[in-house]
């Protein structure tokens, strides 16, 4: 028996470090939290059971080996990890009568930060929590980090770094579904760890500090949550926190709760610590976890189901992805009967058939997720032609995985899918061409690739013989295709569905050859890369459209019909009065509808926008010019002039 014990132990062991490897070391994830969890506390108890710990442990190693070409850094005191529960009246017993904080539990990477003489010295990754990795170089570009702050003696504190969800959103879609993270928490650990810091810059990276470590020089206060107050009035963001006691706890971690939905940024559960930092210092630490600090960790609500079907959705890439389909479930107060299983590999992992017993939850509380597969009857099979168009497909690698592409480059699903890209906003802006528009056309024969658009007049009268569409909707559509033959050519550019090329490279782009589509159909990958803000990916992914033969002969075709709009006499080479000036637009705006309109102001008139302050910026525009703002202290130290929209209008507008 104890034998057996054994070596569920060691398979536990292999188990765990393989999820911890790939978690911390490849930022990639192989089994979901709740699963990790289960694993690690069966682990747990059996090592207590047993009274025998084996080497190599995941319940006595903090964190992974960090392995990057990165410099490693010792830090100062190891940064162990926190005891957890589920439950919240553990909260209760673990505050007895004493004042505690209660936190969120960001889901990014813990970074610690230095300053010494009041300036940003070094910015270390925890790593396996004894030594991490110096990315001071990213942190000096990370959206609201101080760079010099009003205190000059050294200072050290803890923080999380995180992307948003919006933010997450965006870049995946500039990435493009092959080279598209999972979740934010993989995305911010793989742009910290960049070696350039351009990537992080342009990422919108934030850090929120969770803990003071000590400021010599300052008296400071017994309190933490004080403390944290100061380090607020120094110019850091800081996580939320709430001071609670053990009669309030639990309706905090309620509320709490209740907010996890409209977060911008991940969250994996809540931190409870003493607020008294010589009552924390008395209670010492273990082995793992400092005894001061608990983790809260929601207790994810589970529901068992019968998978009843696995779908394969195409999309404008190809791409396939599985969708497992269920009979319907209660969770967190909504109906849920689909879960996106992401890819090959995790279907594989998970051993999924029809009929399989399953656990679904949602993680983090918000996106169905399969937690376990029961039965792993592993008996489902991995499609072999396109459900849409009959086209055979291919397994190929991505960034961490397998996944399932169509290789039919004439599939239905991936025609109207680039079709609505073609047509969206901030492409053609096609007004009144939804996606069921284009699929009801593609399925009757007008419209088989993008320049057919522009020939729909020719059926206009079996388009009103069509349900839904009479004559007024019909001539609604045919202005619209009209309208948008006079066009912008960056705007031309990002409705093609370059694979990585979105509207601001596709301006870039533009601009840099002078607004020549010639120039830029036949420009080389290193013409390309040479462009300041274009990388190699997006310079290969343009130069190989070119070079398509069935590309070329599509775009002649939509030459026939289109116009491109002249370039504003202002922005013309010799008459570009912002031109060699590179801004940045922060805060709110009052002359212009928001910042992106403020932007394409700048850039019509030959001006370049950017994201962060550095040595190549000329002007930063912000309203509350005398803000402590990370922007307005970076553009103070390098002595570049911060102006107000008034100041910038009366300045440029009729230069």
């Not at 904080?101 to 990477?109: A, E, Q």
């Not at 619209?480 to 550019?493: G, Q, T």
């Amino acid at each position: 028996m104890e034998t057996a014990k054994t070596e569920r132990m060691q398979e536990l062991i292999q188990i765990l470090s393989e999820a911890s490897r790939a978690y911390y070391q490849e930022d990639r994830e192989i089994m979901s939290n709740l699963e990790y969890d289960r694993l690690y506390d069966e682990l747990a108890a059996l090592e207590k059971e047993t009274g025998t710990t084996l080497a190599g442990s995941p319940t006595q190693k903090i964190g992974y080996t960090v392995i990057s070409n990165l410099v490693k850094i010792r830090h100062e005191a190891p940064i162990l990890s926190l005891d957890k529960t589920k439950d919240p009246a553990a909260l209760r017993a673990f505050l007895g009568d004493k004042k505690g904080l209660l936190s969120w539990k960001l889901d990014g990477l813990t970074i610690v930060l230095k300053y010494k003489d009041g300036k940003l010295s070094q910015a270390i990754t925890r790593g396996n929590g004894e030594i991490g990795e110096d990315v001071t170089h990213n942190a000096k570009v990370f959206r609201n980090v101080p760079l010099t702050i009003p205190f000059t003696g050294e200072l050290m504190l803890r923080g999380e770094g995180v992307i948003s969800y919006a933010e997450f959103n965006r870049i995946n879609e500039q990435l493009g579904e092959a080279e598209a993270y999972k979740n934010p928490r993989n995305l911010c650990s793989g742009t910290v760890r960049q070696l350039n810091s351009q990537i992080a810059a342009q990422r919108n990276v934030q850090f929120f500090a969770f803990t003071l470590v000590y400021a010599h020089g300052k008296e400071l206060s017994d309190s933490k949550q004080e403390n944290m107050l100061w380090l607020k009035s120094l110019g850091f963001s800081t996580v939320e926190e709430v001071a609670v006691t053990a009669e309030t706890v639990e309706e905090a971690v309620e509320d709490f709760r209740s907010r996890i939905a409209s977060n911008d940024v991940a969250s994996d559960g809540l931190v409870l610590t003493f607020d008294s930092i010589a009552y924390s210092n008395s209670l010492g630490r273990t082995a793992k976890f400092p005894r001061d600090s608990i983790a809260f960790k929601w207790k994810d609500e589970t529901a068992e189901t019968i998978l009843r079907q696995i779908e394969w959705g195409t999309s404008r890439t190809g791409l396939m992805n599985p969708v497992a389909i269920f009979d319907p479930v209660e969770l967190e107060g909504s109906t849920v009967s689909r879960a996106s299983v992401h890819n090959v590999s995790v279907l594989e992992e998970l051993q999924l058939g029809i009929g399989d017993k399953i656990t679904v939850y949602k993680a983090n509380m918000i996106i169905p997720q399969i937690a376990e597969n029961l039965t792993r009857s592993g008996t489902a099979k991995i499609p072999t032609h396109c459900f849409v168009c009959g086209g055979e497909t291919e397994i190929r690698a991505q960034r961490d995985a397998k996944a399932l592409y169509c290789t039919n480059p004439n599939c239905q699903a991936q025609r109207v899918r680039l079709l609505s890209h073609f047509a969206s906003r901030d492409a053609m802006n096609l007004v009144n061409f939804s996606e069921e528009t284009l699929k009801k056309f593609v399925e009757c024969g007008f419209i088989q690739d993008y320049p057919d658009i522009f020939r729909l007049k020719e059926h206009s009268a079996k388009m009103m013989e069509m349900d839904g569409f009479g004559r007024r909707s019909v001539e609604k559509l045919l202005e619209s295709v009209e309208k948008a033959r006079d066009v912008a050519l960056p705007n031309f550019l990002y409705a093609l569905g370059i694979n990585h090329v979105g509207l601001s490279n596709a301006k870039l782009i533009c601009k840099h050859f002078g607004y020549d589509l010639e120039c830029i159909r036949s420009a080389s990958e290193e013409e390309l890369t040479a462009i300041d803000g274009v990388g190699p990916v997006i310079a290969r992914s343009l130069s190989h459209y070119f070079r398509d033969g069935r590309h070329l002969e599509l775009l002649e075709d939509a030459l026939c019909y289109v116009r491109f709009l002249p370039v504003d006499t202002q922005t013309e080479t010799g008459n570009q009065p912002l031109a060699g000036f590179t801004f940045v637009v922060t805060g709110d705006v009052h002359h212009f509808a928001n910042r992106k309109e403020l932007a394409a102001f700048i850039e019509e008139r030959g001006g370049k926008v950017t994201g962060s302050v550095t040595k190549k910026t000329s002007f930063l525009i912000n309203n509350d010019v005398t803000s402590s703002s990370a922007k307005n202290q970076k553009a103070m130290e390098l002595g570049i002039p911060i102006l107000s929209e008034d100041d910038f209008l009366k300045r440029f507008e009729n230069a």
